[in-house]
């Protein structure tokens, strides 16, 4: 299992494959999201207990500095605010006001199949703004918050809990949470990833050793293989 949260967290897989021995049939699929929502489960056992109770600056979160935040402001084009994304490999990104960067909403990678599928609402979209874009989608959404926006980010204070944090991003299916001070400017973000590499320590050699276990199975079952098409 820790080859597994590594693989989700350190080495930035989204979902790990689940496959039967000798068989190349994919059963099942573990998430981050899964990860976390699995981690709510242990409170009460000590381990969680101690790393939740600790505020995000004891773990050294946000792991961001302030100034590698990528963020977008309302008034861009949702194009470039997709593209954003693109080329700096997120999948989400903050929704900014003002010099001081308010936070006045988020877009997700996911919110792009809305300019296809929305012709009715998108039909100009080269021209939308990231802020009309919200507009006109939060308009149609029962859980936009009754603000016209769409969902409301996840936020928590830079002194918050862990604990706090895993029972909000296990609360909505988000990838991360948004870390703002008391005039809601960002400040920093923390993601899936983060919070499960707080729970893990990856041991001298282990990846190396783990590899060279896989590589070495798969080649006794290539040897095998070949020795059935040979006799």
Request: charged share 25%; net charge negative; glycine share 8%.
């Amino acid at each position: 299992m820790l080859a597994v949260l590594l693989l989700l967290s350190k080495y930035r897989l989204r979902n790990v494959p689940v496959i039967e021995p000798d068989k190349p049939v994919i059963k099942n699929f573990i998430t981050q999201t899964g990860v976390v929502k699995g981690l709510q489960q242990c409170k009460g056992r000590d381990w969680f207990d101690y790393i939740s109770a600790l505020p995000l600056s004891d773990l050294g979160l946000p792991f961001m500095s302030l100034d590698e935040v990528i963020t977008v402001n309302s008034d861009d084009l949702i194009l470039e605010a997709f593209k954003c994304m693109k080329d700096n490999k997120i999948g989400g990104v903050p929704v900014v006001e003002g010099p001081r960067r308010k936070l006045v909403g988020s877009v997700s990678i996911r919110d792009i199949r809305f300019l296809l599928l929305r012709p009715d609402l998108f039909s100009d979209f080269r021209h939308l703004t990231v802020l009309e874009f919200m507009n006109a989608l939060g308009s149609t959404l029962p859980d936009s918050g009754g603000n016209g926006l769409v969902k409301p980010p996840l936020t928590c204070a830079p002194d918050a809990s862990m604990g706090s944090v895993i029972d909000s991003i296990g609360s909505r299916i988000t990838h991360r949470i948004y870390v703002v001070d008391g005039d809601f400017e960002v400040v920093g973000v923390v993601t899936l990833r983060d919070v499960i590499s707080c729970f893990i320590h990856e041991p001298p050699g282990f990846c190396d050793s783990y590899l060279a276990s896989a590589m070495e199975k798969l080649e006794d079952k290539g040897d095998a293989d070949s020795s059935v098409e040979n006799s």
